[in-house]
């Protein structure tokens, strides 16, 4: 030990600028938010609670039932079941995510052809029964919109 | 009688206006050390969090108190009350103005007494340690117990500078034998930094927080403790800060003396002055391990303490 | 030296720390026998977060399976699917675009920064510096809102793709990263001054879990715990993988064998990763994002809808995956815990048909009961933090 570090640690140099560093902070303004009160905001790409959407000019659903989405998911959170009109054509009668078992991975999103279900930028659904925790059909279009 | 009646109003104010300060302490060290890590502290209950603590209070009173199975029921019953009541004890000397108007007892060996009665609280924790039959609070008491121990000898060391000086060992003497000349704190500088270091340890206050290192011991002695039960090692914790920040007021910054403002400000900027510092050192550094804090009690505060009484005896006696 | 050892068996005491225990990091079950407050031994218990992970790739698709990764060191989640992404390309000889090896080693490196940056706060909590924890979370933000940014996520990413990474960068990018960086030297001085010389920092990271360069190889321990005891090595450079040769960077070693040379080793482990992204922004090459492999790439939404070829091309990538030959690799990066390995075993169906998980967490705290032996119980939460253990990582 020099005599320069004797000097430092005699005098508690090093806790001096230790609290010199916590004294400075103290002036300066918090970084934290109040979180509940103030909204955070996601950023666009957030990977959210899911969405159906709808066709802009003709109103129908965009879903065309190819059940992509059913079949990516890693941890079988979608159930689509699917039945024919008259005319012939494919019909999705049901459209359920399982938001708990879902694990956000956004692969339904990325592998849909039509860009039917999306994330939405929703990170926090609350519900007071267990049961509600399931999105339906209609609840997911609700959700969505219109493009 | 009317004697007797003033005797009651002054410990029932200060009681009162002891344990509010307490209440406010520990909104002003969540607060202050929030502040200092760049984060608000406490704001949602009542205008900017005015109003947590006594929230807190009330939480901590409605709180369910559990007692572990195992536990010796009435050792861990009488524990907390062992550990608060001392504490309380130990404000009856402390002068809140010049002239002692509103102290309880002026005892002629105050500072002494308050040592003495303050060091009973360790019998609270080691109690506790030993009521709530569980290896972690024994093991927190234990620590504490030789903590209190140890670094209470430093505590008195240091202050018996301040004794030679002042020739007195009452608390109003003391500090009315400073407003003459300058404060202690200038000829007794190593006595106060010795005074320091101790209080804090004494206090079980970071750096020195063995006793309750929450993340070694959880929370050393009081893990086993609820509700109201935790409440009081709580306040005697903070009172005990406010103790031994009344005796560094006194001791060695000249008690209630100062310029222009009133006396009890004066005394009331001074303790809070010593709290902010408590605060900020919680705010600042890691934690000593067990035997180091041993070491640096035994090895290097009290021959320090020593020291510092030997220079003050030559000095007292050639000059 | 340790008056533990000639005690008799009797006069000890059992504890058991954790699993619900602040500074075991998680779910980490430890059973000490003290002497007092010395150690005389530790028993180590794991498990308790198990979730099989690499019996659920045996049954997912592999593409399906790369969300997954993530959750087992979910401190740095974006070096897990990294190194399964680098096994499978090995496997079936995908060469990834620059740019997207670039991009995979700037949030690698943001993601070793943010486990550093977790493990200076804990480890500074556990020994008592609770400022240093809310620091070091305030910089871990920044990344985490840059991670969130890119990836959509903030702890689970899901961004990298076999072949490259599911999108490119959105605007704004390189901004954000360059602020990081110049924000994050001055921010590093604050917890430097806090701690590196501070002499209760000194006194209790001094000679703490000596572990020497000999027993770190015999346990098979990695990273910068390893570097720690002086050993030179570092998998992106005796290794390298994802175009880590292209970076000038050095790897921090100490002789200390101890908690305070480990902690030095990773602050300037932080310093190094800020170069390399420091470089990789200044030299980010255009191009694709993801490689033009028929196997990994899916064909644009567009195409799919207007050619029959493309569409059962779309729909078959999706609904079976795609099949690496049969055969078996290994393929290991450095994570910021220490080296992780993926060894895959393949039998040419779209599932894997072994994978194991070469964790570092679960190594590094092999020689625990080696290091704290002796030393008194506040020592073992400063030895387990040192470790920079993550329970996800070690129970798989
Ligand atoms: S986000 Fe992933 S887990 Fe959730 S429904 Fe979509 S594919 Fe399934
Ligand atoms: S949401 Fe998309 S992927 Fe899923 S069934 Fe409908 S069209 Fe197919």
């Known amino acids: ?61 965009r879903c065309i039932g190819c059940c992509l989405c059913e079949k990516i998911c890693p941890n079988w959170a979608i159930t689509i079941t699917t039945s ?27 592998v849909c052809p039509v860009r039917a279900i999306r994330q939405s930028t929703d990170y926090a659904r609350k519900v007071h029964k267990r049961g509600d925790i399931i999105l339906n059909k209609k609840e997911l279009l609700e959700r969505g919109g219109q493009d | 009688m009317p004697a007797l009646l003033l005797l009651a109003i002054k410990v029932i104010l200060t009681v009162t206006v002891v344990l509010l300060t307490v209440a406010y302490c520990v909104y002003a060290e969540r607060k202050v050390i929030g502040h200092m890590q760049q984060r608000p502290g406490p704001q949602f209950v009542g205008w900017r969090g005015l109003l947590q603590s006594p929230a807190d209070v009330l939480k901590l009173i409605i709180k369910e108190d559990i007692v572990p199975t195992k536990a010796d029921k009435f050792i861990h019953f009488i524990a907390p009350v062992l550990c608060l009541v001392p504490a309380v004890l130990a404000l ?14 002026d005892i002629n060996i105050g500072v002494l007494y308050i040592l003495a009665v303050s060091e009973l609280g360790i019998f609270g924790i080691i109690l506790a340690g030993w009521g709530s039959n569980s290896k972690y609070s024994l093991m927190g008491a234990m620590r504490s117990a030789a903590q209190m121990v140890s670094y209470e000898v430093a505590l008195g060391l240091s202050l018996v500078g301040v004794f030679m000086m002042s020739g007195s060992m009452s608390m109003v003497e003391i500090s009315k034998a400073q407003s003459g000349s300058v404060w202690y704190i200038l000829p007794q500088f190593l006595g106060f930094f010795v005074y320091c270091v101790a209080a804090v340890a004494e206090t079980n206050r970071t750096p020195f927080d063995l006793p309750e290192a929450e993340t070694e011991l959880v929370a050393g002695f009081h893990v086993e403790y609820s509700g109201m039960k935790f409440a009081f090692f709580f306040l005697a914790e903070y009172t005990n800060m406010i103790v031994v920040s009344s005796i560094a007021a006194t001791c060695f910054l000249g008690g209630a003396s100062g310029w222009l403002l009133p006396p009890l400000v004066w005394y009331l900027i001074k303790v809070y002055a010593f709290l902010f510092i408590f605060f900020w050192l ?38 | ?55 659920i790739a045996e049954n997912l698709q592999y593409q399906q399976f790369l969300p997954y990764p993530e959750r087992l060191d979910y401190l740095s989640g974006l070096v897990h699917p990294m190194a399964l992404c680098l096994t499978v390309e090995k496997m079936m000889d995908i060469e990834v675009p620059k740019r997207a090896a670039y991009i995979r080693v700037i949030l690698a490196e943001l993601s070793r920064i943010a486990s550093h940056l977790l493990w200076l706060a804990t480890h500074a909590l556990d020994i008592g510096a609770m400022t240093v ?43 954000r990263v360059n602020q990081f960086i110049y924000d994050f030297p001055s921010r590093m001085q604050d917890y430097e001054t806090l701690l590196t010389n501070n002499r209760i920092w000194l006194l209790r990271t001094r000679d703490i879990g000596h572990l020497s360069a000999e027993d770190a190889i015999n346990y098979g321990v990695t990273g910068s715990t390893l570097r720690g005891s002086g050993v030179d090595y570092d998998v992106r450079k005796e290794f390298p993988y994802s175009c880590y040769e292209e970076f000038d960077v050095e790897v921090p070693l100490s002789d200390r064998c101890d908690t305070y040379g480990r902690y030095l080793v990773r602050l300037e482990e932080m310093r190094q990763s800020l170069r390399i992204i420091k470089q990789a922004c200044q030299n980010l090459p255009e191009g694709d994002i993801i490689a033009d492999d ?45 080296e992780l390995g993926y060894y895959l075993v393949s039998d040419g169906s779209p599932k894997p048909y ?34 920079d253990i993550v329970l996800g990582d070690v129970d798989k």
């Open chain 2, 282 to 319: 919680r705010a600042t550094f890691p934690r000593y391990r067990y035997d180091q804090l041993m070491e640096i009690g035994w090895k290097f505060l009290i021959p320090l303490a020593l020291a510092n009484v030997v220079i003050t005896a030559l000095i007292k006696a050639y000059i």
């Open chain 1, 84 to 110: 024919h009109a008259d005319d012939g054509k494919k019909v999705v009668d049901e459209f359920i995510v399982n938001a708990g078992r879902c694990l956000y991975c956004g692969f339904c999103a990325e």
């Open chain 3, 294 to 338: 028929p196997r990994v790439k899916l064909p644009k939404k567009e195409e799919a809808f207007n050619n029959m070829e493309t569409m059962i091309r779309y729909c078959c990538s999706v609904m079976e995956g795609f099949s690496p030959p049969a055969g078996e690799t290994y393929m290991s990066v450095e994570a910021p815990k220490g």
């Open chain 3, 354 to 387: 072994r994978l194991k998980i070469r964790v570092p967490s679960l190594l590094n705290l092999a020689p625990l009961d080696l290091m704290s032996r002796g030393h008194l119980i506040a020592d073992i939460v400063a030895i387990i933090g040192t470790l």
């Open chain 2, 92 to 105: 009856a000397p402390i002068p809140f103005n010049k002239s002692g108007s509103l102290l309880i007892a």
């Open chain 1, 1 to 61: 030990m020099g005599i320069k570090e004797f000097i430092g640690w005699v005098t508690l140099k090093d806790l001096r600028q230790g609290l010199g560093v916590t004294l400075k902070h103290l002036r300066r303004p918090v970084v934290t938010y109040p979180y509940p009160k103030q909204e955070f905001l996601a950023e666009e790409r957030w990977r959210g609670l899911h969405t159906l959407w709808k066709d802009e000019n003709t109103g129908l659903e």
């Open chain 3, 133 to 175: 924890f809310m620091y070091a979370f305030r910089e871990r933000e920044a990344i985490l809102n840059i991670f969130e940014m890119v990836t959509g996520g903030r702890m689970t990413f899901n961004y990298f793709r076999f072949g490259g990474c599911k999108q490119d960068v959105p605007a704004g990018f390189v901004e």
């Open chain 3, 1 to 55: 030296m340790c008056p533990a050892k000639v005690m008799p068996e009797k006069r000890r005491v059992k504890i058991h720390m954790g699993p619900q225990h602040p500074s075991t990091h998680g779910v980490l079950h430890l059973v000490l026998t003290l002497h007092g407050e010395r150690i005389s031994k530790v028993e180590c218990e794991v498990g308790f977060l198990h979730r099989g992970m690499e019996k």
